[in-house]
């Protein structure tokens, strides 16, 4: 095919000025009787000639102060759903990649979205309580807080997986797709933590009761106490699972003389460990441990590698974690 012979100045005129009207490219292509790639082209050489060379807008501010509404009202709304809804609510007459692109101009971008545990108001309201009733304690006073807590770990990490980078046409292709399985392999493991470093693993075997729950205190905690501790006072967190408020542990913590932490439902971006849990489970997702032998060996180096350093940075973050759920009111923060 031979080199596309350039437009006159008078066929560019027409172009920009049926442009201006609103026509198609497609249109516009149509009715001077040339190609769509020339209309293109005459409107791309023109607007670098031009500050502005969008063509007239379908919209306006009073229809995008709209969209901004109904954005805000439909934050889980497709963006086909979201030109419906502006089309009936306005007299805009848009297709979704306007919708789309009038979005992006409003700083709203389509994300996946963060997974929190629903609060409800009564849990809100205790949160607020909790953290306005600990908000004077200083970074030293978490200090002298040992954090615990549960965490599962699956060999095929459900949907902790990367993404895939691939074309067009190789969706199903071997090397892209992610492998899953009904019934993955997978451990439960208890752990906990403090200023001063991690405390050592344990890999629960069976279903964690009241009975199974002390006979890991008593195994596990106690010895690292003394070491990181010695004589000196500390504070023991725990969550709400019923092992954990069943009333033969409360007496286990009574006989032993240890102070329990009152703590709150549903919240762990209050208990430091989650974080430590996360950055565990990055560190092996790398790995790729095919038996149960090598994700609890991963899991016990990725353990032991993590930092007193580490430890201190995200306890030292309590007093921000609290000031967080006071702005929010009791609602979820981003920790």
Known sequence: MGKQRDLSTGIVAQIQALRQQG????????????????????????????TNCSGVRKTSARDNKQLRKIAVSNRFKSTSELTDLWNKQTDADVSRSTTYRHLRELSFKSRVPAVKPMLNKKQ????????????????????KVVFSDESRFCISFGDQGPRVWRRGGETYNHECVKRSVKFPQSVMVWGCMSA?????????????????YQDVLE???????????????????????????AKSTKDWFTKKQLEVLAWL?????????ENLWAMVKR??????????????????TAWEAVS????????????????????????????
């Open 219 to 245: 195994t596990f905690p106690i010895p690292t106490v003394e070491e990181q501790f010695g004589e000196e006072d500390f504070i023991f967190q725990q969550d709400l699972a019923p092992a954990h408020a």
């Open 308 to 335: 007193a350093e580490t430890c201190d940075k995200l306890v030292k973050s309590m007093p921000r974690r609290l000031q967080a759920v006071i702005q929010a009111k009791g609602a979820a923060t981003k920790y």
């Open 283 to 300: 560190k092996i997702r790398d790995r790729k441990p095919t038996t149960l032998d090598q994700l609890k060996q991963n899991i016990a």
């Open 124 to 143: 809100m309201e205790k949160r607020l309580k909790w953290a306005k009733e600990h908000g004077e304690w200083t970074a030293e006073d978490w200090q």
């Open 196 to 212: 001063r470093g991690v405390w050592k693993l344990c890999f629960l075997k069976q279903t964690v009761n009241a009975a199974v």
């Open 265 to 273: 439902a549903n919240s762990p971006d209050l208990n430091v460990i």
């Open 23 to 50: 026509l198609t490219q497609t249109k516009i292509a149509e009715q001077l009787g040339i190609s769509q790639s020339s209309v293109c082209k005459a409107l791309k050489k023109n607007c670098s000639k031009r």
